[in-house]
C-alpha cells in the first residue's frame, strides 16, 4: 500500500506542476482588456447647447421619448431580408413578411446587416450592445457565469436620467444588471430544448406593459430562435413556425407604437448551418437590425451613399443621442448617421441641415471617444503613441474647420461649398471614429509577458519532472533524490504564484526565472546520472523503429503547432499519424514472428504436407501470424479511416462538407425519413455488439461464473441501459410537437435511469471488483462448452479424485489469468455507456470504432514484443521473469500510438477545436434545463466534448495488461505450441507489487508526458502568434482545448489508477483469505 501511496502522490504533484503552468500561462495570455472605471456626464465642453427646438436633451435634444428594444436571439440577417429567388420551402426565408411591407416606407423603416464582434455568445454580445465596447476572446469562457456590468453603459446612463426601464425574457440581462429595472419579467435561459417558455412568457405581459405609460425603455428578449437552431438547426419546419411567431409579434408591436417611440428589433448574433454559434464565421457574424417608427425616422438624400452594414456597437451611440442621455464613456461605436438626418421640428428641409445634422451626430460620438482614448491611454500604454497623437491632431483640425464653417454659415447662410466642406467635414469624423476602433481592436487584449513566459518555464519543469520521473520507474525504490526535487518545485511554485497572481510586473521576477532555469538543469543531471539497480535493455531513448518514430511524430506533433494550417486540418494529421505508427508496429510483429520463433520444424512439416498433398491450402496461408498481423492492422486502419465520416467541418476548412451524422435525428428533412431509421438501428446496433462483444469475452476468459457484482451487471444492468439508451434516442426523434407535448418526467426519465444505473453499477464493482469464481470442493457440475480448457480442467480433477486424498485438492478457480483485464472491462463499459448517451445518436458510433481500434492494436502490440517471450521463459517460482518482462517492455511506442488515435478520435466523435463545435445540447441529457449551478452542466458538456480522451484514460492500463493475457487470437496462434511453462495471465501481476507498481507508474508517466508535450506546444505557438491574424480564431482555441483536454486526461488517469489500485488490494485480500481456508 506504501508504495501505491508514493506512485499517487507523484503523480499528483506533476499534475500541479502542470496545472500550475497551464493557470500561470493563462494569466497572462487570455487577459481581459484594461476597463476605464469611468462614467459620460451632462457636463462636457463639446456638447452644443444652441438647439431651440425640441425637448432638450443632455448632448443633444431627445428624438424620442421612448424606445423598445426586441432582440431576438439569433437573428441571423438572411432571416430578415426578403429574397425574392428563394425556394418556399426553406424553412428560415421570407417568413418577417413585416419587415418587407415596412421596407417599402424608407423613411420610416431602415434594415441593416449588423456585424458581430467575436466571440458570438449571447452574454458577450449584450455586453457589447449596452457598452459599446468589444469582449475579448476569454470573455467566451463566462458565458454561463454572468456578473454585473459595472462599466459605462446606456442602461445605467437612462437611469441617472431618470428613465424607467421595463424588461421582459431572458435572465441574462438580470445578472447583468440587477436591480436596475422598473419592471422585469425574466425567464430562465439555459434550456436550448425550451422552444417556448421564454417567448411564450414575454408574449404574455408585452402587450399589456407596452400599453401602459409608467416606461420609457422596454427591452423584449426573445430566445425561441436560438434554442431552435441548437436543437434542430436552421432547416427545420420549428424555425419557420418561431419566425412565423415573431413576425406577428412585430406586427402587434407596432400597432401600438406612438409617433415619439422607436423600435429597434436585432439580433444578438447569427447561427451556423448546424444552430451553433460563438465563433466568427460569416453566419454567425452577421445578425439583423430592423428600425422602425411611425413617424419619420430619416431623410431621402444623394449626399452620400448610406451604409447597409453596421457593427453592433454602433448601436450604443445612436440609441443613447436619440433618447438625449449621454454616449457611455467606454465606447467604441459610430453612430448611425442616417437616423440623424431628419428633424421634426425642421419646417423646411434642405441638404446642408440633413448634413449638419447628422455631423453633429458624428461629432459628438467622436469627441466621447476622444475623452475615452485620453483616459485609456493613461491606464494603458500599449496605445502606439505616434498613432495617438496623429488621431489627436486629426480631430484637433476637424473641430477648428466646424467653428470655421459654423461662423461662415452665420455670416453668408447655406451654400453649396459649405455643404461640400460639411460633407468633407463628415469624412474626417468617420475617419476618426473608425482608426480608433481599429487599434483598439489590433491591442485590446494586453498580453503580461512575465506571466506568460513564467507559465512556459514551470511547463518546461514539469515536462523535465516527467522524464525523471519516467527514468526512476524502472527502481523499485523511490530514490531520495525524489523528495529533494519536490521540495524544490514547492519554493518554486511558492515563488511563481505569488509573482504572477498577487505582484505582478510592480517586482521583478528575476527570481522566479532562476529558480525555474536552475531547478530544470537539476532535474536533468539527476536524470542523467541516475542509474537503475539492473540494466535496462530497451527504453524510450533505445535506438529502434519503433522509438525513432514515435519520437518524430511526437516532435511534430510540438512543432506543426505554430502552423495555423496544421491546426485548421489537425483531424486529417492526426489520421496520417495513427496510420503510420499502425503499420510500423505490424511490421515490428512480423519481425517478431520471424525472429523469435522457430519455424523450421513447421517447414518441415510443410514439405512432407506439400509432398503428401501436392494440393495448395489457401487457408493455411491466410491463417499465418504474419498475414494474420496485416490484416489487423489492415481492418485496424479502414476504421480510422472509417471514423472520419463523424468529423465535424469547421470555418477554415473549404472542402469539408458536414456529416449527417451531425445532425439532430429529429431535425433530418423528410426525404431522410428512410436514412433517419438506418442511422439510428445503426447506432442502436453498435451498442449491442459492443455490450455482446463484452459478454464473449468474458464467458471467453472464464469470468462468467458465480454471481459477483461485476458478473450480475453484464448479464442484467448493462443490457438495461443499452435499452433504455436506444429508447431515449428513439424519443429524442420524434417530431418537435408530440416531443415537447410529452410531460417532462417521460423526456427525463431514461437518461435518468441510465445515470442511477451506471452509478450504482460503478458503486457495486468498485466494493467488489472481482470477476473470479472458486468451485466449491465436492460439487458436482457439468461442462457445457465447445472449447479444450473446461475438459482439461474436468479431467484433471477425475485425475486428482483418483489419485490424491480430498483434503490435497487444488482449488479451482474460473478467469484466474483475466482478473484484472475483466474487471477493468467493466468500468471500461460503465464509461462507454454514459458517453454514449451523452454523444447521443449520431456520434457514438465513432466510440465503437475506438474500442475495436485499440482491441486490435492490442493485438499486434502484444505480438510485436518481447513481453510476454520474457515471462515465460523466467524463474516463476521468484517472480524473475515479470520483473526481466518489465525490464525490456519499452511503453513508450504504445502510449504515442494511443495518444495519436484518440487524438483522432476526439475528432471523429463530431468535434473541433472551435467554440462552435462544442455540443451544448449535450448538457440536457436527462435534466430540464434551469440549472441553479452550472456544475452539472459543464461536467456533461466536458464529457461529450472530451469523450475521446476519457475513454483512453480509462483504456490504457491495457498497455500493461493485455501482453500478459497473451491476447485473443494472434500472439496465441504464434505461440500456441511452442511456449514453455504454465499460462498465469495478468495474475503474474500480483507476484511482485514492485514490478506491477513499476509498469502503471512508468505507463501513466509517459501518458502525462505526451500530453505535457502537446499543450507546451500549443502555449509555445499562441505565446509567439500573439499578434497573428488568426490568434483568436485558430492559436487562443486550440490552446485552451489542449489544456482542458489534458485536464481531462489527468483527472480520469487518476481514477483509472485507483481503479486498478482497488483491483490488485481486492485480489490480494481474496488471495489471503483462500490461503486462511486451506490451512483450515
Known amino acids: 500500500m506504501g508504495q501505491n501511496f508514493k506512485c499517487f502522490f507523484l503523480l499528483c504533484f506533476l499534475i500541479l506542476l502542470y496545472v500550475c503552468g497551464l493557470l500561470i500561462f493563462a494569466k497572462g495570455f487570455l487577459l481581459k482588456r484594461v476597463v476605464v472605471e469611468r462614467n459620460s456626464s451632462c457636463k462636457v465642453d463639446f456638447a452644443m447647447q444652441s438647439d431651440m427646438h425640441g425637448e432638450k436633451g443632455c448632448w443633444m435634444h431627445v428624438r424620442y421619448k421612448k424606445a423598445i428594444i426586441i432582440v431576438i436571439d439569433a437573428l441571423r440577417y438572411d432571416f430578415a431580408s426578403y429574397d425574392s429567388t428563394a425556394n418556399d420551402s426553406i424553412p428560415y426565408k421570407n417568413r418577417l413578411t413585416f419587415i418587407k411591407n415596412s421596407l417599402m416606407k424608407p423613411n420610416n423603416a431602415k434594415l441593416y446587416k449588423f456585424i458581430a464582434d467575436p466571440p458570438t455568445t449571447t452574454l458577450q454580445r449584450l455586453k457589447g450592445l449596452t457598452t459599446g465596447s468589444l469582449p475579448t476572446f476569454v470573455d467566451a469562457g463566462s458565458n454561463f457565469a454572468s456578473s454585473e456590468i459595472t462599466e459605462d453603459n446606456f442602461i445605467d446612463q437612462l437611469i441617472r436620467h431618470n428613465k424607467r426601464i421595463k424588461f421582459l425574457g431572458d435572465d441574462t440581462w438580470i445578472g447583468l444588471f440587477p436591480n436596475r429595472f422598473y419592471k422585469q419579467f425574466p425567464y430562465p435561459s439555459f434550456n436550448v430544448k425550451d422552444l417556448h417558455t421564454v417567448d411564450d412568457g414575454v408574449l404574455k405581459h408585452l402587450y399589456k406593459e407596452q400599453n401602459k405609460n409608467d416606461w420609457e425603455v422596454l427591452v423584449a428578449h426573445f430566445l425561441g430562435v436560438d434554442h431552435c437552431g441548437h436543437r434542430y438547426g436552421p432547416n427545420h419546419s420549428a424555425m419557420r413556425d418561431k419566425l412565423s411567431q415573431m413576425n406577428d409579434m412585430i406586427r402587434n408591436v407596432t400597432r401600438l407604437m406612438k409617433d415619439d417611440t422607436i423600435l429597434f428589433v436585432m439580433g444578438d448574433h447569427g447561427m451556423t448551418k448546424t444552430g451553433d454559434h460563438g465563433g466568427d464565421s460569416k453566419d454567425e457574424l452577421e445578425a439583423a437590425l430592423f428600425v422602425y417608427s411611425p413617424a419619420q425616422i430619416t431623410s431621402q438624400h444623394n449626399l452620400w451613399k448610406e451604409r447597409d452594414t453596421i457593427s453592433q456597437i454602433d448601436f450604443v451611440p445612436t440609441i443613447s443621442l436619440l433618447l438625449g442621455i449621454p454616449i457611455p464613456f467606454s465606447n467604441l461605436g459610430q453612430v448611425i448617421e442616417e437616423l440623424f438626418t431628419h428633424c421634426p421640428w425642421w419646417q423646411t428641409t434642405s441638404d446642408i441641415k440633413k448634413v449638419y445634422h447628422s455631423t453633429k451626430a458624428l461629432r459628438l460620438n467622436a469627441k466621447q471617444i476622444s475623452y475615452y482614448l485620453t483616459s485609456y491611454y493613461e491606464y494603458s500604454s500599449d496605445f502606439p503613441i505616434q498613432k495617438y497623437y496623429e488621431l489627436q491632431n486629426l480631430l484637433d483640425h476637424a473641430e477648428k474647420d466646424l467653428q470655421a464653417l459654423v461662423t461662415a454659415m452665420v455670416k453668408d447662410g447655406a451654400t453649396r461649398d459649405i455643404t461640400e466642406d460639411l460633407k468633407i467635414l463628415r469624412g474626417h469624423y468617420i475617419e476618426y471614429i473608425s482608426e480608433v476602433g481599429k487599434i483598439c481592436k489590433g491591442i485590446w487584449a494586453k498580453f503580461d509577458m512575465m506571466s506568460i513566459s513564467i507559465g512556459i518555464l514551470t511547463l518546461i519543469l514539469a515536462i523535465s519532472t516527467n522524464i525523471y520521473y519516467i527514468r526512476i520507474s524502472d527502481s523499485s525504490e523511490v530514490p531520495n533524490t525524489v523528495v529533494i526535487l519536490i521540495l524544490y518545485c514547492v519554493v518554486y511554485l511558492t515563488y511563481a504564484v505569488f509573482q504572477t497572481f498577487f505582484v505582478g510586473e510592480t517586482l521583478s521576477a528575476f527570481m522566479v526565472y532562476i529558480l525555474a532555469v536552475v531547478g530544470i538543469i537539476m532535474i536533468w543531471i539527476l536524470t542523467f546520472n541516475f542509474s537503475a539497480p539492473e540494466a535496462v535493455p530497451e527504453t524510450c531513448l533505445s535506438l529502434n523503429i519503433n522509438n525513432i518514430f514515435s519520437w518524430m511524430i511526437m516532435l511534430l506533433y510540438f512543432v506543426l503547432f505554430f502552423s495555423n494550417s496544421f491546426v485548421v486540418h489537425e483531424d486529417s494529421v492526426t489520421l496520417f499519424y495513427t496510420q503510420t505508427l499502425s503499420w510500423i508496429f505490424c511490421f515490428k510483429s512480423i519481425q517478431s514472428f520471424l525472429v523469435k520463433y522457430d519455424t523450421s520444424q513447421l517447414d518441415q512439416k510443410a514439405k512432407r504436407h506439400k509432398t503428401q498433398h501436392k494440393t495448395y491450402d489457401i487457408m493455411r496461408t491466410l491463417t499465418q501470424p504474419s498475414i494474420l498481423a496485416i490484416f489487423v492492422t489492415l481492418l485496424l486502419n479502414v476504421l480510422v479511416r472509417f471514423s472520419s465520416n463523424f468529423r465535424a467541418c469547421r470555418e477554415e476548412q473549404w472542402t469539408c462538407s ?423
Not at 896 to 906: A, G, I, N, Q
Not at 997 to 1014: A, C, D, E, P, V
Not at 1017 to 1030: E, I, P, T
Not at 1045 to 1070: D, E, Q
Open 658 to 1080: 458536414l456529416s449527417l451524422f451531425l445532425y439532430p435525428l429529429a431535425s433530418l428533412p423528410d426525404e431522410l425519413t428512410s436514412y433517419r431509421n438506418v442511422r439510428y438501428f445503426f447506432s442502436v446496433g453498435c451498442v449491442i455488439f459492443f455490450l455482446l462483444a463484452i459478454r464473449k469475452y468474458v464467458k471467453h476468459s472464464g469470468n462468467f461464473q458465480g454471481n459477483s457484482a461485476g458478473i450480475i451487471c453484464i448479464k442484467y444492468i448493462y443490457p438495461v441501459c443499452g435499452v433504455a439508451i436506444a429508447l431515449h434516442w428513439a424519443l429524442q426523434g420524434l417530431p418537435q410537437p408530440i416531443l415537447d407535448a410529452l410531460p417532462v418526467w417521460q423526456q427525463i426519465f431514461l437518461p435518468r435511469l441510465v445515470y442511477i444505473l451506471l452509478f450504482i453499477s460503478f458503486i457495486a464493482t468498485t466494493i467488489k471488483p472481482l470477476t473470479i469464481h472458486l468451485l466449491p470442493k465436492q460439487e458436482k457440475f457439468s461442462v457445457q462448452a465447445d472449447g479444450t480448457v473446461i475438459p482439461q480442467v474436468y479431467n484433471k480433477i477425475k485425475q486428482n479424485f483418483k489419485d490424491e486424498k480430498e483434503a490435497e485438492h487444488p482449488p479451482i478457480v474460473f478467469g484466474l489469468g483475466t482478473t484484472y483485464s475483466s474487471a477493468l472491462i467493466n468500468f471500461v463499459v460503465i464509461f462507454y455507456l454514459l458517453l454514449v448517451l451523452l454523444l447521443g445518436d449520431g456520434t457514438s458510433p465513432s466510440l465503437l470504432f475506438a474500442f475495436l481500434s485499440v482491441w486490435l492494436f492490442l493485438e499486434v502490440y502484444t505480438a510485436s514484443g518481447t513481453f510476454t517471450k520474457m515471462v515465460f521463459s523466467g524463474d516463476e517460482s521468484s517472480g524473475f521473469g515479470l520483473t526481466k518482462a518489465c525490464k525490456v517492455n519499452n511503453i513508450w511506442p504504445p502510449v504515442v500510438f494511443m495518444s495519436t488515435l484518440f487524438s483522432t478520435y476526439f475528432y471523429s466523435t463530431g468535434h473541433q477545436a472551435t467554440v462552435p463545435s462544442i455540443k451544448w445540447e449535450s448538457a440536457f441529457t436527462g435534466f430540464h434545463g434551469d440549472f441553479y449551478y452550472n456544475i452539472i452542466p459543464a461536467i456533461l458538456i466536458t464529457l461529450n466534448t472530451f469523450a475521446a480522451e476519457v475513454f483512453y484514460s480509462v483504456l490504457c492500463p491495457l498497455l500493461v495488461i493485455w501482453p500478459l493475457t497473451d491476447g485473443l487470437f494472434l500472439k496465441s496462434m504464434a505461440t500456441k505450441k511452442e511456449e514453455p511453462g504454465h499460462w498465469k495471465g495478468d495474475f503474474l501481476l500480483l507476484e511482485d507489487e514492485d514490478v506491477y507498481k513499476q509498469m502503471l507508474f512508468r505507463l501513466f508517466s509517459s501518458m502525462f508526458f505526451f500530453q505535457g508535450i502537446k499543450v507546451l506546444g500549443s502555449m509555445c505557438a499562441a505565446a509567439l502568434h500573439r499578434r497573428h491574424l488568426m490568434v483568436w480564431k485558430i492559436f487562443a482555441p486550440r490552446f485552451v482545448f489542449a489544456a482542458v483536454s489534458s485536464f481531462a486526461v489527468f483527472g480520469f488517469t487518476l481514477l483509472t489508477y485507483l481503479i486498478i489500485i482497488n483491483i490488485h488490494h481486492a485480489l490480494t485480500r481474496w488471495v489471503k483469505q483462500l490461503e486462511q481456508k486451506k490451512k483450515k
